[in-house]
């Protein structure tokens, strides 16, 4: 596919070469160096204006959303050095997590900025997604005889680590990982662990619905399909049916059969509804009982994380993730829950500077998709992302999503290039 202009091939390359990046250890620098880059070629096509060269020019204002975005994720930072005041954390922690914040938070804020500013076409982005799968259904075998092989989990772990970040596994490859639980093996691809392999499996499939070459959406559904099963992730499962089928049925709100459809679905929930919330609660029984250690742990830090966020540090939480007891693996307080983990570490201020922007740009997004194809994909971002904030960390995994968010960025752009 063609790229038109310098921009459009940073994004094909950068998102292409992810297994080669990988293969280095160095995907978790690759996402923020990629997202300040392209959000600093936004902002000179803008301050150049017609002196930029043609290909490279802003094709309009700033949507308003991106500035609602910039405003939420300038509001985290700043709850952020409140927290490391309240808690007397110190120049150099609090430096730290800046950083952080600068490789985390701000990556959304600046990716769709970047995407709604840069004459970027949604097709190169879906492509080069596509050049991924291929990758992965090319290692595929490999990586599904490791463990019967006996292989080695972990291959290395890269010494780019000494350029900080969360942990050794962001910067490690492995080859697949043993399920404590179970101890049978599970794969996680490129990502940090199994359950986001699945949700980035999700995103490739959404991604792959929007090709225009059959071979390609073959390719890409496969290969997602792959992922979201050998991660062995209930969450990703359930993201797989809820976010491809939600945006293609979105048109039929506009129609009047769909609404007396409607009608008579809540009007048989009258006679039969109590067997069906009664078969939901068994299926989400089911569901948890399916990883039940997992399930315990997570429930855990929940509700630690909120006691504490409700007895210690209402508006500006702690600052920082906090090490957790022995009764949840010493896993870290704060994580693994976008919104617990928000209330933990930035308080209700951190809370309210991520719903407010999610969801108006959620709310506009549904709008679109209900009387515009072009709205399915950023529906089914904008669905996993949501998903993913009530199992993972959105911040320690934006530096992966940067292809979804700067889809989300375009969305905006072809939005008030049609209102033009």
């Known amino acids: ?70 405003a939420g994720m300038a509001v985290m930072l700043v709850a952020l050095w409140l927290g490391h005041v309240d808690w007397d ?31 970027i076409r949604r097709s190169i982005v879906v492509r080069a997604q596509g050049v991924v799968a291929l990758c992965t259904l090319a290692l595929l075998p490999i990586l599904f005889a490791a463990p019967h092989l006996g292989l080695p ?69 496969a290969a997602g399909l792959a992922m979201i099963l050998l991660s062995k992730s209930r969450m990703s499962l359930v993201a797989l049916v809820v976010c491809t089928v939600t945006p293609r049925m979105m048109p039929l709100v506009a129609r009047g059969f769909a609404w007396q459809l409607a009608a008579v679905f809540m009007a048989s929930m009258a006679v039969l509804g109590t067997a069906v919330l009664q078969f939901v609660l068994d299926g989400i029984s089911a569901f948890k009982s399916a990883r039940a250690d997992s399930t ?35 896993m870290p307080i704060g994580s693994h829950h976008t919104w617990y983990g928000l209330l933990f570490v930035k308080g209700l201020t951190g809370l309210f500077a991520l719903a407010v922007p999610m969801i108006t740009h959620f709310a506009v997004i549904i709008a679109d998709s209900v009387r515009h194809s072009r709205g399915r994909l950023p529906l089914s971002i904008m669905l996993t992302l949501v998903i993913l904030t009530f199992g993972e960390n959105l911040e320690i995994e934006a530096y992966l999503l940067w292809p979804a968010l700067l889809v989300l960025g375009i969305h905006l752009r072809e939005m008030d290039g049609e209102r033009a």
Do not use: C
Request: aromatic share 18%; glycine share 8%; no cysteine.
């Open 153 to 221: 989990e972990k291959i290395f772990v890269s010494p780019l680590k000494a350029a900080g970040g969360p942990g050794p596994e962001y910067f490690s490859v492995y080859l697949y990982t043993l399920d404590p639980a179970s101890w049978t093996p599970r794969w996680q691809f490129y990502a940090p662990w199994s359950p986001f392999a699945g949700l980035i499996g999700v995103v490739t499939v959404a991604f792959a619905l929007e090709e225009k070459d059959r071979k390609w959406l073959v390719i890409g559904i």
């Open 89 to 119: 954390l110190g120049m150099k922690q609090t430096i730290k997590s800046s950083v952080g914040w600068a490789k985390g938070w701000a990556l959304i804020a600046l990716l769709i900025f970047a995407g709604a500013v840069l004459p």
């Open 296 to 330: 315990r742990v997570r429930e855990t830090l929940q509700r630690i994380a909120y006691e504490r966020w409700q007895s210690e540090a209402i508006w500006f939480g702690h600052g920082t993730v906090q090490p957790g007891p022995h009764i949840v693996e010493y």
């Open 1 to 70: 596919m063609k790229r038109h202009n310098p921009a459009e091939s940073f994004v094909y390359w950068a998102l292409a070469l992810t297994w080669a990046f990988y293969a280095l250890g160095a995907l978790y620098l690759v996402g923020p160096v990629v997202a300040w880059l392209l959000a600093g070629m936004a902002f000179l096509s803008l301050y150049f204006g017609p002196a930029m060269r043609a290909d490279l020019r802003a094709t309009g204002p700033v949507p308003w959303l991106v500035w609602l975005w910039f």
